[in-house]
């Protein structure tokens, strides 16, 4: 079972070996030499000459045949513990700090930790497994009791529940892997504790990339009116309660999100939250005529671009949302605005916030860029993995 696997190394073209070298990280069958491969497995991946360009995951159903997991010493294949050890060793050693009783972290971001198709996130005692490869789900012994040791955890789970898996044949599921079932857990953030739910949130349970948005938004929100679109549990809100704001207004249309959000300021002793169950587009229009200003307006819409195809739609859906929010900025007031489509890359989502910020009776500058946090790290040659971008816009009068 655990024995080396004997897959034969896999040849890439010329073209693909140049690339690989560059360090770009995913190959379609016209990329290989002999277009089909095995599914699943753990393979050498050599240029045309027979040169070794380290270690890759394969795929027998999905487009992409190849996701390199970077290099590995000698030119053998790891046994599959070998392997998973090392690279979840690696990850976990660069988390260090993040790694507290009541942390919540990304200990596993992917192609970025070396290894393709897993995500695993970490809230305390709980650990949620994300794969979107048939390597990652023919392994998970090699996995999953390595990271509950190393992390102590209680429980873990898998979060299988993601489109990604229909590409690769994996069907779709949320279950059990080792521990016991933990509905709820705390972790704590910026001083704030938030509820995360594993088995039901979004994503893994909370949204962990915009963990030093949510820092930036406390240290920003001291004596503010603060207006958080597109709320879910309130984590903005609640940082900026935290971090002394007046008053904070949630708006989301999900109506169970904006109760975990009251639950949260209860759970922190906050006051100042108002939550609003409405459609952000229709909140705003509706606030176009009145007198209402805010000093800090936090806008994170999910994804409008999930596709190419989505893409003109969605430029269209950001540049009107960010105009409504800029027109209710009061003096001086800062909008915080994100997008977390992988397809609206850094310089197009600046274009559409100077085209909605045209026309306004101020002048809009740049404050700040953001991204994810360092748990997310961002692969240089995989520039889609650069998918949460974040600017402070700040109204100069
Ligand atoms: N800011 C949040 C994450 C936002 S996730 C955080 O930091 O935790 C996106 C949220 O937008 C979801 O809660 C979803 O219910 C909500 N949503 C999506 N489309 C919406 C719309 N048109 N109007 C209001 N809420 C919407």
């Known amino acids: 079972m655990n024995g080396p696997v004997v897959a ?22 016209d990329d290989l030499q002999e277009p089909s491969v095995p599914g699943g497995q753990i393979v050498r991946v050599h240029d045309p000459e027979g040169r070794d360009l380290g270690l890759a995951f394969t795929s027998a159903h999905s487009k992409l045949a190849l996701r390199s997991c970077g290099p590995w010493p000698g030119h053998d294949v790891p046994d599959r513990e070998t ?25 596993v971001h992917g192609e970025s930790d070396g290894l393709p198709g ?18 990652i789900e023919n392994c998970l012994d090699a996995i999953v009791p390595f990271l509950a040791e190393q992390l102590a955890a209680e429980s873990v789970l898998a979060r299988n ?11 779709q599921e949320i279950r059990l892997l080792h521990g016991r079932r933990i509905e709820n857990v705390t972790i704590v953030e910026h001083g704030v504790r938030h509820t995360v739910r594993p088995w039901t949130g979004h994503k893994t349970g909370f949204y962990l990339d915009q ?31 935290a971090g002394g ?22 759970a922190n002793v906050l006051s100042g939250l108002a939550t609003r169950t409405d459609n952000v587009f229709d909140f705003l229009r509706s606030l176009r005529e009145g007198q209402d200003r805010f000093d800090l307006i936090v806008l994170d819409p999910p994804a409008f671009a999930k596709s190419r195809r ?4 969605a430029l269209r859906g950001y ?79």
């Not at 693909?16 to 190959?27: D, E, I, K």
């Not at 030093?212 to 940082?239: C, E, H, I, M, N």
């Not at 989505?310 to 739609?313: A, D, M, N, V």
């Open 8 to 29: 034969p190394p896999i040849r890439l073209t010329a073209k693909a070996a140049t690339l690989a070298r560059r360090g770009h990280p995913w190959f379609y069958r």
């Open 161 to 171: 529940d993601v489109g990604a898996r229909k590409l690769e044949g994996l069907s």
């Open 319 to 397: 540049r009107d949302l960010n105009r409504l929010a800029l027109r209710l900025l009061a003096p001086h007031g800062m909008l915080l605005t994100c997008t977390c489509s992988h397809h609206v890359v850094l310089p197009e989502f600046e274009h559409l916030l100077r085209q909605a910020a045209a026309g306004l009776p101020f002048k809009v500058a740049l404050r700040q860029r953001l991204g994810a946090g360092p748990d997310h790290p961002f692969w240089l040659s995989l520039p889609e993995s650069e998918y949460l971008k974040v600017l402070l816009l700040q109204r100069l009068d």
């Open 245 to 266: 704001a007046a008053s904070a207004i949630a708006v989301d249309q999900s109506a169970e999100a904006l109760a975990a959000a009251e639950a949260g300021a209860a």
């Open 83 to 107: 392997f998973f050890h090392a690279r979840l060793r690696a990850a976990i050693e660069r988390r260090a700090g993040m790694l507290g009783k009541e942390d919540g972290a990304r200990i």
């Open 310 to 313: 989505e893409l003109t739609g």
């Open 211 to 241: 963990r030093p948005a949510r820092g930036l938004v406390r240290d920003l929100a001291k004596g503010r009116r603060v207006l958080d679109l597109f709320a879910y549990q309130g984590g903005f809100s609640l940082a900026a309660l």
């Open 118 to 135: 897993l995500v695993v996130d970490r809230y305390g005692p709980v650990l949620v497994l994300q794969a979107t490869s048939p390597v």
